[in-house]
Each structure stands twice: as structure tokens, then as C-alpha cells.
T-cell receptor, first 110, second 116 residues
Framework: EDKVVQSPLSLVVHEGDTVTLNCSYEVTNFRSLLWYKQEKKAPTFLFMLTSSGIEKKSGRLSSILDKKELSSILNITATQTGDSAIYLCAVKKGNNRLAFGKGNQVVVIP | GAVVSQHPSWVICKSGTSVKIECRSLDFQATTMFWYRQFPKQSLMLMATSNEGSKATYEQGVEKDKFLINHASLTLSTLTVTSAHPEDSSFYIC????????????FGPGTRLTVL
């Protein structure tokens, strides 16, 4: 059975803090790992990772994949209240389907 | 670019009626569209995968006769919840993939269905 596990499930930080979110997976025929940010409605795409060790960055967000450890981390530096959201990790499998984790709920307080 | 729309954004219906939800890719052609359901405080659950011009592939446990999916064109897929019941109340999200060579999916804004 495919598993995508995210930790921590929820956390509260102050503005300016750095957040590190973890996603570990056990899936058959791994193809890629994707991170999404979900606020009030549907998720918005953040990153897609296919190769180990190559960091992807977008502003204050960055992510990296470790295929040996079957995991990925998503970092958010200098957090702002607008970063409050659920961050979803999804793994794309060989059959082109996505398996989602339960999400990391991040609350940034002023 | 890569915008996916859903209509309606929310709908309230009576038990026993059918509801149709549309998913459109506005500025690209989507060979594959996916339908997800989200329960409160839970992750997205894939319901079915639809490819243009062919029958949808349903995930285990999803009733194909209850959740009818049609992908008649490269820009439109519809999900019809037939004979809706209160337990069908949920947030339904579609996503669209521009081609076979990409893993990226673009999500629609979702449709909140409430069955009374």
C-alpha cells in the first residue's frame, strides 16, 4: 500500500521564523514528488522534484528531494502571515496517479 | 497561463437530485483530467481519472454509476453526482494535465456540494 506521510501535521510559528516541513513516502514506481499550498480552496502548485539533491527555490520557499531516504523537505524562511496554509505533499507514481499526504498545517502569527 | 475553472463554485441541492459539476481548462488542452474529493481535515482523495474520448478510470471504492464522469473534449470534463445524498456533501476538486509528458497538474478552484 502506498504511503505518503507528512510531519509535523500542524505547527504554529511567529513571523520571521523558519519552517521545515517533511514528507516521506513509500510508493511503487516513484516518478516525482510535488508540493502544493492549499489555502481556502484548491491547492496551488509549488514545486515538482524528480532528482535527488537538487534544490528548487521560489522566493522564500525551497525544497529538495532525497531518493535514498525516500523523503523531501519544504523550507519556508522569514515566514509571513500569508504563509499560513496547509502544505500538501503528493507523489506521482508510474501509473500517473498522485498519492497525497494529509498535509502540514502551518499557522504564522504576527 | 494554465488556468482551470470549475462551475459552479458551490451548490446546494435536495437529497435524491443530480448535480453536474464542470471542469474546464481555459488556456490549454488537457488530455487527462482528475477528479478529487476532499473531506474536512483530510487529504485529497482521487476519485477517477478521465482521458478525453475514453471512459474514466475509477479508484477502488468509488461508485461509477453514482459519480458519472464525461470528458467529451480536450478542455471540458464533467462530474455528475446522481441521486445525491447528504453523505455526498463534500468539496470536489478537478485538476487537468496539459500533456502526457508532464507530471504537473493544475487544479480548479473546487466546488462545494451540500446535499440537504
Amino acid at each position: 500500500e502506498d504511503k505518503v506521510v507528512q510531519s509535523p501535521l500542524s505547527l504554529v510559528v511567529h513571523e520571521g521564523d523558519t519552517v521545515t516541513l517533511n514528507c516521506s513516502y513509500e510508493v511503487t514506481n516513484f516518478r516525482s514528488l510535488l508540493w502544493y499550498k492549499q489555502e481556502k480552496k484548491a491547492p496551488t502548485f509549488l514545486f515538482m522534484l524528480t532528482s535527488s539533491g537538487i534544490e528548487k527555490k521560489s522566493g522564500r520557499l525551497s525544497s529538495i528531494l532525497d531518493k535514498k531516504e525516500l523523503s523531501s523537505i519544504l523550507n519556508i524562511t522569514a515566514t509571513q502571515t500569508g504563509d499560513s496554509a496547509i502544505y500538501l505533499c503528493a507523489v506521482k507514481k508510474g501509473n500517473n496517479r498522485l498519492a497525497f499526504g494529509k498535509g502540514n498545517q502551518v499557522v504564522v502569527i504576527p | 497561463g494554465a488556468v482551470v475553472s470549475q462551475h459552479p463554485s458551490w451548490v446546494i441541492c435536495k437529497s435524491g437530485t443530480s448535480v453536474k459539476i464542470e471542469c474546464r481548462s481555459l488556456d490549454f488542452q488537457a488530455t487527462t483530467m482528475f477528479w478529487y474529493r476532499q473531506f474536512p481535515k483530510q487529504s485529497l482523495m482521487l476519485m477517477a481519472t478521465s482521458n478525453e474520448g475514453s471512459k474514466a478510470t475509477y479508484e477502488q471504492g468509488v461508485e461509477k454509476d453514482k459519480f458519472l464522469i464525461n470528458h467529451a473534449s480536450l478542455t471540458l470534463s464533467t462530474l455528475t453526482v446522481t441521486s445525491a445524498h447528504p453523505e455526498d456533501s463534500s468539496f470536489y476538486i478537478c485538476s487537468a494535465r496539459p500533456g502526457q509528458d508532464t507530471d504537473t497538474q493544475y487544479f480548479g478552484p473546487g466546488t462545494r456540494l451540500t446535499v440537504l
